[in-house]
C-alpha cells in the first residue's frame, strides 16, 4: 500500500486502517502524525478544547474486568460528594474558564433520577457550563429527564467494538445493550461521546480498526483512545500495560477517519509517558481532560493507580496547560465547545 494516497484518501477501508495501525517504522509514523495534526487543523482548528471532570462517586454496581473501581475491590475505600460539593465544584471549574462540566462516576444508583436533574439543574442556573454526563448505562427515562433538566452532552465508553470480548471484560452487561443506549441517547438531543482502550487482553489490530469504524457509524461528537493500565486488585492486575505508540496511531487514524469530532490527549497517555498529552495533541488531538474532583476524594476515584497529576494543586492546571499549548503555536477556547459537527462549517 502506498502511504500517502492513504493518508490522503476522504474514506478509508478497514484495510488501510488496519495499515497505518501497523506501521511501526518511524518515520512513517510522523507522516501519520503530520497528516492527522492538519486534519485536526482543517476540520476543527487550532483550539484546544479544556474539560473540569468531577469525579463525585467511586461506587460502582459493575464488575469490569479491568477497573479499579469494580464491585468486588473491598480494598477500594469508597466515597460519595454531597450535591452541594457537586455544585460547588461546578463554580469552581466555572469561575477557571472551562465551560464544559464533566459529571462522573462509577454505576451508582444511589443517585437517582431526581437527584442527578436537581444538581443539573442548580449548576445550569448559575453557570453558563456544557453539562456532560458519564454515569454509565441508566433507564431511558432518566435519559429524558436529564436533558429536560439541562443536561448536553453523555460520554458512555464502549471499551471494545468486538461483542466476544465485551462479553468476556462484563460479566453483566452486552454490548448490543450498550449501541443501544449511544444510539437513544443520540436520537434524544445529546451530543455523545465514546470510547476504547488500546492493549486491553486479547486485543487484536483488527479490533481496534473496528473500534474506529464503530466511532464513525454512531456518529459521535467526541471519540476517545486511551491506553489500558492495569488496576490492583483486579483479575488483569498483572497483565501488560497499553503501547503509547500504539494508542498515538490509534488517534491518528482516528483523526483521519472522523475528521469533524473532539478527541482528547488522555490523562492515561500522560500517566504512561510523561509528555503524552503534548504528543497526542500533535498527533490529531484537541482536548484536555482535567481532574478538578476535590483532592481528598480524586486519589479514591482509581479505575487505574498512579494517574498523572494525583498530587498537583488542580487550579493550577489550566496556567500550566495553557503554557504547554501555547509553546504548540495553538490556542485554549473559552467557549462552550458544542459539536464541531453543530459549530463549524467544512467544505469536504
Known sequence: MNLYEILHKKELTKEEIIFLLNLTDKSDQQKLFDRADEVRSIYCGDEVHLRGIIEFSNYCEQNCLY?????????????????????????????????????????????????????????????????????????????????????????????????????????????????????????????????????????????????????????????????????PDTPYQNKKAGDVDLTLRTMAAARIVLKKVYIPATTALATLDEAGRIKG???????????????????????????KCMSDNPLNYKDCFQLQIEALGRKISYSRSDSIKLTRQVTD
Open 67 to 231: 477497573c479499579g473501581l469494580r464491585e468486588d475491590n473491598y480494598k477500594l475505600t469508597r466515597y460519595r460528594m454531597t450535591p452541594e460539593e457537586i455544585i460547588e465544584t461546578a463554580h469552581v471549574i466555572s469561575n477557571l474558564g472551562i465551560y464544559t462540566i464533566v459529571l462522573q462516576s462509577g454505576e451508582d444508583n444511589y443517585y437517582d433520577t431526581d437527584l442527578i436533574a436537581y444538581i443539573i439543574y442548580q449548576i445550569k442556573q448559575s453557570t453558563n457550563a456544557a453539562i456532560t454526563l458519564s454515569l454509565g448505562e441508566r433507564g431511558f427515562d432518566e435519559y429524558r429527564t436529564w436533558k429536560i433538566a439541562g443536561a448536553d452532552r453523555y460520554l458512555l465508553k464502549h471499551e471494545t467494538a468486538s461483542h466476544k470480548l465485551y462479553s468476556v471484560y462484563h460479566k453483566k452487561q452486552k454490548l448490543e445493550d450498550r449501541l443501544s443506549h449511544l444510539r437513544f441517547l443520540k436520537t434524544n438531543g445529546y451530543q455523545i461521546g465514546s470510547s476504547n482502550m488500546i492493549g486491553l487482553p486479547m486485543q487484536t489490530i483488527e479490533d481496534i480498526s473496528d473500534d474506529i469504524l464503530l466511532c464513525k457509524e454512531l456518529d459521535l461528537d467526541m471519540a476517545a483512545f486511551g491506553p489500558f493500565i492495569p488496576s
Open 281 to 307: 495533541l500533535n498527533a490529531g488531538a484537541n482536548i484536555v481532560m482535567l481532574d478538578l474532583t476535590p483532592g481528598h476524594y480524586r486519589e479514591l476515584y482509581q479505575i487505574y493507580t498512579d494517574k
